[in-house]
């Protein structure tokens, strides 16, 4: 059995034969179509009679040679006479591809198509808050529908697991922010200033601002991705139908418990971010303990913990909006689940920070240095 | 090779995911040319014992050859040459999704025979296209605009795009409408007459069994109980295979598959 298709090529009566042996498969069809690119002669006659194996990609070369060049076929066995009718039949005009579009009219129409996501983000995202304040209401007017359980539940996930990646993160800037800025202030024989660079930092910015990262990458996305997935699997509709409003079951808790959670995870990672730049300063400054505390309390003044403390709720309700509001955006397929579940993050640390600097700028103006 | 050859031969089979064990010492034959149907309750591992085969699962004991080659413990390399003789259409169509229909079809070919010029392989695509019941601007389009029957056709074209020997079907029709599976069901037969095509189906519905396959193996019990025609099968007093066929959901399609000869 031979592996290659050959033909060979005689004039009969003036009309061109070619006479295919071996197999004819997609196999050797690469160099026959070059092969036969090379026959110019028209009112061809194709002899398969030699052919042992035929496919469809054999077949479409020999309907493409009665198609285009009007060849005659003869000697086919009924299978093969069957898959060429096959062929032929498939043989339709198919749009194989794409639309081709003008690079540059692709970008400007992708960043309108961007521009018109991000507006429907902002006012879907306020209309959300809107949805959220009515059921709060609605909440606060009918006590009974409080889902203390839902609501503890998601302080364990939200808080109490969140203690110990929190906590590391903390200590480990506070080192980190201790030793940075011994090496600088050294410069100006001024170590002991490292005191007020950690308790200040840690209090006013960075405990609530890595806690809050920390929490739109735990909570937030996993809000997104259980919001996303219940909808997915029609369990936001079932409730609906039952008479549960998912706003009050579903996105009320998360929220709450973001909100009274963020201050106090906000406290815990600023205290443990002092005891990280402390135990440093004990170490290679030479500064005990006792020396350290006081200062801390010498140099932070009160304002610095309020203005944690009123920004941490604020930041806590946009992640858990953001988380939420991506998740209950979720239709169609499962992959809509983790392009949301990103938005969610990226939107609840943007939002995050922008608010962070407007605090600032609002803080210096009144007065809270 | 002539038809009732044996394309796929599984001996002792054996199967497990832990303590649980879904295969025990089964053995099944499929021939040349037919269309084999598998059946089972679900959980009774027809995908694990498909899977098996085509070697995405390597079984814990047993001896499984495809075209008289042992496929048991063969690296991908050396099952190259096997695995271009069959395709395989798998429950959600597992089109790329990142390809369009076209590009799709083109991928095996592509793999397997590099250097086809780009106008051939757009023809091939176009013409499987076609072939697999597809309308002519779907070939252009990705896998996320096609409908649910659409998917499974795009994922036929694909698995035919080497022109194999044999086809592995998960389910094909599950989740179309009835017109839907049953002009599936008519490709298929189409497909095996025109190309001379060996389909192992996996399906539980009972319209296809009927209306395609040659031979049905009933998977219980952890291995195979019965193989055999339907009527073979209906004479065999086995609980879950009465149960199977006699349901009512088996009489309508038996009774259909009556009308259907009697008009013919």
Redesign the interface.
Known sequence: MSVTADFSRDVEDGRCILRFSGNL???R??KL?EQLKEVDAEHLIVDLSDVERL???GA?LVH?LERDRGATIVGATE?QQ??ID??T???????????YEMPLLRVVGEVGVAANIAMRTIVGLLGFFGALLISTGHIARHPRRFRLNAIAQQFEVVGVRALFIVGLMSFLVGIVIAQQGAVQLRQFGAEIYTINLIGRSSVKELGVLMTAIMVAGRSGSAFAAQLGSMKLSEEVDAMRTIGVSPMEALVFPRVLATVILMPLLGFYAAILSIIGGGIFCWISLDIPPVTFIQRIREVVPMTDLWQALIKAPVFGMIIAMAGCFQGMQVEG?A?EVGLRTTAAVVQGIFLVIVLDAFFAVFFTEIGWL | MTRGDTVIEVQGLRNSFGKQIVHEDLSLEVKRGEIFGVVGGSGTGKSVLMRSIIGLQTPDEGEISVFGESMIGRDDEEAKHVRRRWGVLFQGGALFSTLTVAENIQVPIKEFYPGLDRELLDEIAAYKTTMSGLSTDAAAKYPSELSGGMRKRAGIARALALDPELLFLDEPTAGLDPIGAAAFDQLILELRDALGLTVFLITHDLDTLYAICDRVAVLADKRVVAVGTIPELLALDHEWIQDYFKGPRGRAAAAISEREEAEA
């Open positions: 498969t997609i196999l069809v690469r179509s496919d469809t990609v479409w493409k299978d069957l898959l096959h062929v039949q498939a043989d339709q005009p198919v749009k194989v591809k794409r639309d397929n992959e």
